[in-house]
């Protein structure tokens, strides 16, 4: 893994948080985890197809997710429904890939997304068929102030 | 002028969020109507006066470029201010929008500051009395 794809993964995320003004998120460095993630509740994957291709994934538990909604609203949302806690993670991981695709990418679309997917389980991990052994592989710890944490995993090969 | 505001994108979430904006952004609302994908905008565009679109790109169904290019298909609406929200934003895709008619494109995460940008060459930023556009209220921390 090139440490740049790494930065740029990590920029994104912070780009996505800081912009919506409604968390500062600290990361830690990439991790390697073979069994399943704690505290996990929810996660959202974007598909990247092109001259790139893989997996983004957005990991957290349902209490991060409705962190980020009542944050998001402004608190004008109420109490999140189970859908609508499904459709924050989405979109953090839909606008985390859009981030991260313009910064890769910003003249030619070396790749292109998929609409976000999102799975409801715990401790989940990404697997990616298109991968080789050596493919580059990123588990990215991200914490809050509150010392939630969540997780962004990128799996990718290039053509 | 009080906006008739459409705003099109398949989560629930950012429509809530843009509709936040919208109004941060200072301008003077009428209503709001919200459709999940392309087809479902132009079906309230058929039967209802809107005065702003603003559209996420990619969407399940009718994406937001196929949309466009079907709205200014229809003579009645080839002058209606339309901006892409979206995530999309390489050049290539932006230009696509824009060779479609699309009025701006503000590329998602945004600030209230980037809508104020696309909608002020359109006049839709409501006025005081003097013709001075009021400062938008951009205090909220929580603005996106």
Redesign the interface.
Known sequence: MKKRNYELLVESTR??FE????MEVIQNDPITVSAEIPGIDITAVICIAGEISGMLGVHCSKQFAAEC?D???????GAPSY??LC??V??LA??I???L??RM?????LFD?S?PSISVSSGQRLFYTGAKDDFPRLLVPFVLANGEKFYVELLYHRR | MSLHILIVD?????R??VK?VVRQAGLDVAGFLEAANGQEALDILMKTPVDLVLSDI???GMDGIEMLMRLRQIERLQELPVIMV????????INEAMDLGASGYV?????PERLVEQLGPLGLLCKREDGVEPPPDFS?????
């Open positions: 780009d996505v912009t919506m003004s409604f909604f944050m998001m609203t402004g608190g004008e949302g859908q609508q459709d924050t989405g979109e839909n606008m890939a859009g981030t695709k313009r990418s910003s003249k030619l679309d997304l609409l | 398949d989560s629930m979430l950012i809530q969020v936040k990619n969407m399940p979206t995530t999309e934003g390489s050049e290539e895709r590329l998602k995460p945004f600030t909220d921390p929580t603005a996106f």
